[in-house]
């Protein structure tokens, strides 16, 4: 039972150090998802575990993602649906996005499992015109 308690307050503790994306609603330029996917976006980055190395592609989301705009950010999560070696993995997303101007976007998440971070994505988007 002391397990527990304990790992409900680390979790807890853990979620109150996280920036809250209101913090952004004054930031220029503001994004607009719909107007910025509108079109050809091409997008590139990487996918890197804890220990650093870069690892595969990712296919599904499962259920619905849940995000918050404001300003020039995005702040969503969401359970990836991660495919290893012939399995699925259900891993949580916690994704933050910075429109940098009306073409350029930039994205840093981090992957968890049971609350434990595995790893981070990386990606750069750009709009054609």
């Not at 150090?17 to 976006?41: C, H, I, S």
Request: hydrophobic share 45%; proline share 2%.
């Amino acid at each position: 039972m002391k397990k527990i308690i304990l790992l409900a307050w680390c979790l807890m503790l853990a979620a109150c150090a996280m920036p809250d994306v209101r913090q952004y609603q004054a930031t220029e330029p503001k994004l607009n998802l719909v107007d910025y996917f509108l079109g050809t976006t091409d997008a590139w980055g990487m996918v890197q575990k804890r220990n650093g190395a870069v690892i595969g592609t990712a296919a599904d989301v499962k259920g619905e993602s849940v995000g918050v705009l404001a300003g020039n950010a995005l702040h969503w999560q969401y359970t990836l649906l991660l495919p290893i070696d012939g399995n699925r993995y259900e891993v949580q997303f916690d994704d933050w996005m910075f429109l940098i101007d009306e073409h350029s976007m930039l994205n840093r998440s981090s992957m968890s499992k049971f609350g434990v971070e595995l790893g981070q994505v990386t990606l750069f988007f750009r709009k054609r015109t």
